[in-house]
């Protein structure tokens, strides 16, 4: 017996539309604010709505977790594009590992979420699409010889971690000059 496919999602009325966006929006600046146990009840006034519109909308805090993981997914795909075609591959790739380090130091409260461990990256998480994105701009960076072939993404990631933390630990932290350290590290030596 064949199951019928379901029907397609109704488009949601424009009011609905407007809450759902004010609500992703809310979870946005509440998430970067206080983490991923920012409260709910908070984010709904800071939307405008009720609660009972929040959880129409995210009926359990992952889906909110989720919309919001996918606006900023969208957003670090749109600034990698250029990247991705630069004329110095190289540069590239350390202003990627700036923005890398910026965006996951921001949404820190979300950071398992962001970047999960690597048996459960799909080719829709956040963390597939950073990893995923750094390993082509490596590999556009090494093709050009700029970069040392003997370096996997892997590494590159965890030197990318290490700054992030740093970033964290509540000392003062000069992240670019850390990038750029890890950049001398990895190009060409003549």
């Not at 004010?22 to 709910?40: I, K, P, Q, W």
Request: charged share 25%; net charge negative; hydrophobic share 45%.
């Amino acid at each position: 017996m064949t199951v019928p496919p379901s029907p397609p999602a109704r488009p949601m009325r424009a009011d609905a539309r407007r809450n759902y966006e004010r609500l992703v929006s809310a979870a946005t600046e509440a998430f970067l604010e206080n983490g991923a146990d920012a409260s709910l009840d908070d984010i709904a006034k800071r939307a405008g709505v009720g609660p009972g519109t929040l959880y129409r909308h995210f009926p359990a805090r992952q889906n909110l977790i989720d919309a919001v993981l996918d606006r900023w997914m969208a957003s670090v795909l749109t600034e990698a594009e250029p990247l991705l075609e630069a004329a110095d591959p190289a540069e590239a790739l350390a202003v990627w590992l700036r923005r890398l380090v910026s965006h996951v130091y921001r949404f820190r409260g979300l950071s398992s979420a962001l970047i999960p461990p690597e048996d459960k990256m799909k080719g829709d998480s956040p963390g597939w699409v950073l990893h995923s994105t750094s390993e082509q701009l490596l590999a556009r960076a090494q093709q050009s010889g700029q970069i040392r072939s003997d370096v996997v993404i892997k590494e590159v990631m965890m030197l990318v971690s290490g700054v992030t933390w740093a970033c964290t630990s509540g000392k003062e932290v000069d992240a670019d000059r850390l990038i750029d350290l890890i950049m001398n590290g990895l190009r060409v030596r003549d």
